[in-house]
């Protein structure tokens, strides 16, 4: 069990206030979602019934925020496409209704467009920037689109 400054919880009130202090000192340098906010509490010893009652009195607080987190990761990484958007945030654990929120006014066109047109100020040729945009979650005909008009006139 964690343990802080030497005393360890002697009862459940002991142990769901030590466990709330834990959460509170990483959400003081982190934002979590509340799968992970779970999932580090049980790591430290608490069991999964204590961790859930924990979390969601912080969120219940406005401290942890799925939605607000599903939007944030969206718009802090342009360089993604939504389908390695997608697949982070379920990764993280944000629910499903909150991740199609997050990606739905997400315009990749234009995220792949200022990618693919970095990519070939720097000589990176279109096949090169097609399998780039494709590694970052971009569709085929958006990546091969991109490319194609980032390189236009070159060769």
């Known amino acids: 069990?964690?343990?802080?400054?030497?005393?360890?919880?002697?009862?459940?009130?002991?142990?769901?206030?030590?466990?709330?202090?834990?959460?509170?000192?990483?959400?003081?340098?982190?934002?979590l979602t509340k799968a992970g906010a779970i999932m580090k509490m049980e790591r430290k010893?608490?069991?999964r019934d204590l961790a859930e009652r924990i979390a969601e009195k912080f969120e219940e607080a406005g401290m942890?925020?799925?939605?607000?987190?599903?939007?944030?990761?969206?718009?802090?990484?342009?360089?993604?496409?939504?389908?390695?958007?997608?697949?982070?945030?379920?990764?993280?654990?944000?629910?499903?209704?909150?991740?199609r929120e997050s990606l739905e006014d997400l315009d990749e066109e234009a995220r792949a467009a200022v990618l693919a047109e970095e990519w070939a100020g720097f000589g990176t040729e279109e096949r090169k920037i097609t399998e780039r945009l494709l590694r970052r979650g971009f569709p085929f005909s958006v990546s091969r689109k991109a490319a194609?008009?980032?390189?236009?006139?070159?060769?």
């Open 1 to 31: 069990m964690w343990k802080q400054h030497n005393s360890t919880p002697s009862g459940p009130e002991d142990e769901e206030a030590a466990y709330g202090r834990y959460l509170s000192s990483l959400l003081a340098r982190s934002v």
């Open 45 to 47: 010893g608490a069991s």
């Open 64 to 99: 942890i925020d799925d939605r607000a987190y599903a939007l944030l990761f969206a718009e802090t990484h342009p360089e993604w496409g939504r389908r390695r958007l997608q697949d982070e945030l379920r990764r993280k654990g944000v629910e499903a209704r909150f991740i």
């Open 148 to 155: 194609e008009r980032a390189c236009e006139g070159d060769g």
